[in-house]
RNA sequence: UGCCCAAUGGUGUAAUUGGCAACACGACUGACUCUGGAUCAGUAAAGUCCAGGUUCGAACCCUGGUUGGGCAACCA
């Protein structure tokens, strides 16, 4: 029996917008009672932490409400696009978890976007303009002023389809003439300004080589697809909506073209605009991060500070916590600007029920039990995750000589300070109580060794263990440790909102290479090239999930290899010590 | 001098569709802790952009404004 109280609180969470959407269409049966979406990349970059906000939704929606999502991508303009990114794509869909159903490409529509087209210009409804790119900007007006006709807008359709042959057929140079929708050059709509549908390239394209010379315009081939595919749901990002009324347009053309219906029934895709994912620190434009990446500013498309999903694993940010995330902030009509503390408390909760706890001292310096054997050793039981029983327990030894964090020490401590200081006492986490009796320092000042005494009766587990001190600290043997590379990676831009300061200083005059220089963070990475770390993580492999005791967590980076450790850190844990000083 | 969209604590998202403004993050207390983590308990923080209107009742509907965003690529 289920307490009725409880299933009351289970059925709370409301419905996003479109989802609201999706079930009020179900129930007027439109498209007979079925959902399909799609997920529409252009293969000309990587994947970013957006596309994961839009991927979510389209594979989310088609699974909560039992239909397909497929994959499609919208290769139109062959300049840009390469298999390099299809496959990049491919993958990270598929780390975040989700598969698509079909695998399509809108370069696979070309035949009938072409006899589309064709039809278009037999029914006076395309014509080609031989004018140049200039010139038909200028006759479209403003968005405050109406568009003018173009001379060539009535000319015979007979001599527009023999045109529209020779763009495709190699003949006509680029830029030379485009296929226009004839529509309205005085509608306040820009998009219905006799919109270009073809345009000429002649860079072959990465699947269908060189057959066409005409490709088609995103406008011309993406309600299109999404028709020819069955898509119910077209789910994109705010700024298109103003292309609805094309996208509408063109389907019923399409439809009626096709003797497949009219623009009354049900049997068509919808466009649905949800808000884009803005964040705080983080700067998302593919194009700007493509010169981070050609300017070398990071290490590539998958350096663990870029926002990129490739970024994001290698920075060690998990699918599950990505998704907690995206759950997080939700999916409105609203152009919000979340904050990465969002980002970052829902990766933590991830980790925190999944990593194992780790020993590794980040800034080490030597700690000496003076009255522990020398050349002895002790196995300690180290617990794999206090959050999860199941998770079990490995060893960690212990020496008289160990790595500490330089932070754990200080001479002359403040009150409150519950690490190594001259006279007071501390847990060595797994191990003993020790009462720190003093350090020695270099000709500079610093310290170089800290000295403690250990109490034999407190060994963890022991009775005598339960006293009670104050602090807990970490450690690991000098005799039986890995060194390892740490990289501390933070925040790429020291201003809260990139995207606007970038226009800002280049308003300024500063070129977009330079004002990037100014924006980053200087402390974004941090080497720690000689770090110690237990001889648990001998083993680790790349993307495996650690969380260094009292310092963050870590994955391993795909530098690593079982003879040069490298850890990069994911994120700090949070540290409240820090906040009080 | 256009068209379209939006506005709820610091941030983001809710509000049974017209009925006590709630949740999360963040902040701050305190408890607990062999991680200054986690956990637990609690506090502060918006009266819903503004002005009118409809209504017994408005965050929600209407009118007018304000502010912000989008739209003038042979990009998607």
């Known amino acids: 029996m289920t307490n009725p109280e409880e299933e009351k609180v289970t059925e709370k969470k409301s419905l996003n917008f479109i989802e609201a959407k999706v079930e009020e269409d179900l129930a007027n049966g439109k498209n007979g009672g079925r959902v399909q979406t799609r997920f529409p990349p252009e293969p000309n970059g990587y994947l970013h932490i957006g596309h994961a906000k839009a991927i979510c939704l389209d594979f989310g929606i088609a699974e909560k409400y039992g239909g397909v999502c497929n994959l499609r991508f919208d290769d139109t303009n062959p300049t840009k696009e390469n298999m390099e990114y299809v496959d ?27 006899d589309f087209a064709i039809a278009l210009i037999k029914r ?42 020779k763009m495709n057929s190699g003949q006509i140079g680029e830029g030379k003439m485009v296929l226009r929708a004839k529509i309205d050059m005085a509608s306040p709509n820009m998009h219905f300004r006799d919109p270009i549908i073809y345009r000429v390239v002649d860079t072959p394209h990465h699947r269908t080589g060189t057959t066409w010379h005409a490709y088609p315009m995103y406008d011309f081939a993406h309600g ?11 789910l994109c990002t705010l700024e298109f909506v103003v292309h609805r009324p094309v996208y509408d347009l063109f389907v019923d053309w399409l439809k009626e073209i096709r003797g497949e219906g009219d623009s009354m029934d049900d049997n068509r895709p919808r466009q649905t605009e949800f808000n884009k994912l803005n964040l705080n620190y983080i700067l998302l434009s593919k194009r700007n991060l493509l010169v981070l990446v050609n300017e070398g500013l990071v290490s590539g498309w998958d350096d ?48 925190n029920a999944t990593a194992t706890r780790v020993a590794a001292v980040v800034n080490p310096v030597k700690l000496i039990v003076a009255n522990y054997p020398e050349g002895q050793i002790e196995e300690m039981e180290a617990i794999n995750n206090p959050e999860d029983e199941t998770a079990g327990s490995h060893k960690i030894a212990f020496s008289r000589e160990l790595w500490m964090e330089k932070e754990d020490f200080m001479e ?21 109580i020790v009462k720190c ?11 170089v060794e800290v000295y403690a005494e250990y109490d034999p009766e407190t060994k963890s587990g022991m009775p005598g263990a339960n006293r009670k001190v104050k602090g807990t600290i970490h450690w690991v043997s000098c005799v039986r440790c890995i060194e390892a590379e740490v990289r501390m990676y933070d925040r790429l831009w020291k201003v ?48 495996d999930h650690f969380q260094f005791q009292r310092i963050g967590y870590f994955t391993v980076d795909k530098d690593s290899t079982p003879d040069h450790l490298v850890f990069n850190r994911t994120v700090a844990l949070k540290d409240t010590w820090a906040k009080a000083l």
């Open 496 to 543: 809260e909102n990139p995207r606007d300061e970038l226009a800002r200083l280049q308003g300024e005059g500063k070129t977009l290479l330079d004002a990037m220089k100014e924006m980053m963070n200087p402390d974004s990475l941090e080497l720690r090239p000689v770090c110690y770390v237990e001889e648990y993580l001998a083993a680790a492999k790349p993307l």
């Open 437 to 447: 009796t003093g350090c020695k320092k270099d000709e500079n000042g610093d310290v």
């Open 412 to 432: 002359d401590a403040p009150k409150k300070y519950f690490r190594m200081t001259p006279g007071n006492e501390v847990r060595l986490k797994n191990a003993y």
């Open 88 to 114: 990049a794509i491919k993958e990270d869909i598929q780390w975040l978890g989700y598969q698509w159903g079909n695998e399509y490409y809108a370069s696979d529509y070309f035949p009938q976007l072409w």
């Open 304 to 351: 663990p500070r870029m926002p990129t999903i490739c970024g994001f694993r290698r920075r060690g940010y998990t699918p599950s916590g990505i998704h907690k995330f995206i759950d997080k902030i939700g999916y409105t009509t609203y152009d919000a600007l979340n904050d990465f503390a969002l980002m970052e408390s829902a990766i933590r909760e991830d980790l």
């Open 224 to 234: 299109q697809s999404d028709y020819f595919e069955g898509v119910t749901h077209s």
């Open 124 to 165: 006076g409804k395309a014509y080609i303009d031989e004018q140049s790119s200039d010139e038909i900007a200028a006759q479209k007006g403003t968005p405050t002023q109406p568009g003018v006709d173009s001379p060539f807008r009535n000319r015979p359709i007979e001599e527009s389809l023999d045109l529209f042959n």
